[in-house]
């Protein structure tokens, strides 16, 4: 985003002026009034949210001449030259330009010397998990034992990227995203400011798109005021920026609810004949899927919309069961993937809205993409799946089967692994599983118990199971749990997956 005049007028210049983040200012503001500087601090968190702005304020705050509280003047000596970028007592760099261990040197040959006229020397090194290992192993001597007036302020976006002893060196602060309601208040504020006609939805549409970030959402009022000439509004924001308005998103949401697949097709062809951006349209979507997931499980009070929006919501979500819900996310986001290289860009939204209003019934997707659903749909028989699931001889093995199957039996400890992290109570019950071989497109599970087959049976569990398998191994299957005796069954056949599977299993034939 280029458009930064408002952002920089509007830059806060003392703690009180910033908004959000509470904790972290009353922490650091605390610190200023009682003299206890650290010597290293870690803000992180995503991008526009203010950690350089609150950076700057502590570090002429600290070595203020004429503080008031634990506030900056912003007039004195120290602090001028500090707002100005003369003073040689703040440095600031930002490590995605200046990555090597020479610059992290520069710093701290600078540091030797005592600060000029301030307290303090502040270093400020902005999206320091872009540091060389060199420069960070260089940074972290100096974390080690830093001279007495330094004092380091590490920015990023990125906390799984700063290495561990770095973190530990370091008080870290968490920042977060600024609620739309917050943001649009504050965009409130500065369309007054500037004396701009803009409406409630406008300003709303604006703060969502923002996503949270205080210099996004400043930018993109300052690109609306750009191209309007008048009173501002939410159909002529959406307009700007090729959004699709929180109603219209609602809309389709309501078509889809009611398993209206005609008219939620129409409903995206309308929108593709009209030229939005359709990959745009999704990210909508999904956005204000996030949202209506957000309200079931009780998470969000408040999204800052309008009353009849946020009841809309609410009514969303108590109308759909979590499944079905997070069925219908799990369509649209693989409709994202998809719609960015599709020839025809409306037909993933399309087959997305046509296997998303399906009863739910008549659901049994597994597939990996939508275009298989057809053939998943045939494939799985809809009676008992685990009468049927019998292995049957006549089956035909795919050729690469055995190899897939091996794939899947080396990954199989890194596939329970990640599982955790989505479903926890699952990887006990597929821990007593065992690959047992791959027919198709189908991965057969052996289970020696009908309970722990029909956890995994379940289709939300399924789903879940494979796109794991797919994220470890790049293997699209969809899991076939089926019960040991049934698997035994066809032991005689000694067939080149039952042979596989009695490797895994470390069985015998027993007749
Ligand atoms: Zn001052």
Known sequence: MSNLVLYRKYRPLNFAQVVNQEHIKTTLSNAVANNRVGHAYLFTGPRGVGKTTLARIFARAINCKNRKASEPCNECATCKPFLDGTSLDLLEIDAASHTGVENVRELIDHLQFSPTAATFKVIIIDEVHMLSKAAFNALLKTLEEPP??????????????????????????????????????????VAHDNKIEITDGALMEIAAAADGSFRDGLSLLDQVINYSDGKVTEEFVEQV??????????????????????????????????????????????????????????????????????????????????????????????????????????????????????????????????????????????????????????????????SGLSVITNAWPQILEKIKDYNHSLVSSLKLAQPGGITGKELVLIFPYKFHADVIEARKNRIIVDQVIEEVTGLKLMVK???????????????????SALKILGGEVEQ
């Open 241 to 402: 920026f090729g959004l699709t308005g929180v109603v219209t998103l609602s809309q389709f949401l309501d078509l889809i609810i009611q398993n209206k697949t005609q008219e939620a097709v129409e409903f995206i062809s309308k929108l593709s004949f009209g030229g939005r951006d359709l990959y745009q349209f999704e990210k909508d979507f999904l956005e204000y899927l996030r949202k209506v997931l957000l309200r079931k499980i009780g998470v969000a009070a408040e999204f800052g919309f309008t009353k009849d929006v946020e009841g809309n919501i609410k009514q969303q979500a108590d109308s759909l069961t979590q499944v079905r819900l997070l069925e219908i996310i799990r369509i649209f986001q693989k409709a994202e993937t998809e719609i960015k290289w599709a020839t025809i860009q409306s037909l993933p939204l399309e087959l997305a809205a046509v296997e998303a209003t399906q009863e739910e019934e008549d659901l049994t997707t597994t597939a990996s993409s939508s275009n298989e659903v057809v053939t998943t749909k045939q494939s799985i028989p809809t009676t008992d799946r685990h009468a049927t699931a019998k292995l049957d001889a006549d089956q035909t093995v795919a050729r690469d089967g055995s």
């Open 481 to 499: 749990p089926i019960l040991q005796k049934d698997f035994n069954g066809t032991i005689e056949k000694k067939d080149e997956l039952v042979e």
């Open 148 to 189: 007495a007036h330094a004092v380091f302020i590490l920015a990023t976006t990125e906390i799984n990227k700063v290495p561990v002893t770095i973190i530990s060196r370091t008080q870290r602060f968490d920042f977060k995203k600024v609620s739309i309601a917050d943001l649009a208040k504050l965009l409130k504020f």
